[in-house]
């Protein structure tokens, strides 16, 4: 036989053919098989929880930069403030326009931090390798 498997053994993907092997055997291979297969899905749970994590962190991360620079918002409008009460016109404006961009920058990290918050949480493709794995399971006892 081509495949190397011995006659009246079936070989990898040879499903429905008759298996002669004592059946001590086949439930030790069945369950060896089966702890590595909980193991990869394990494996993929991991990565796609760490992928998950490693975004909430980002987002995190930048609605603590966006806190710090609210920090400078008020320096700046604490300035602008004294500066247009003492002058009139033009070092406030100048001040006025910097706090301006300030604000500008920590709102878009807080949209950014926000839309990167409310992504989906679940990992999806290991609920899916799950779903088809009990497909699959269902079909081979029924087979």
Known sequence: MASGSTPGQAGPGEAGVFDDRPTSEVIASLITNT????RTEVELAKLEIAGIVKAKAIAIGLVLVAALLGLFIL???GVTGANALMIVLEP???????????VLFAVILVLV???LLKK??????TKAELEDLKAWAKGQVQA
């Open 35 to 38: 702890q590595g297969l909980v």
């Open 92 to 102: 406030w404006a100048a001040w006025l326009i910097v706090t301006g961009v300030y």
């Open 120 to 125: 989906p949480t679940v990992p999806e493709r």
């Open 75 to 77: 320096a700046f409008i």
């Open 113 to 115: 931090a926000l839309r």
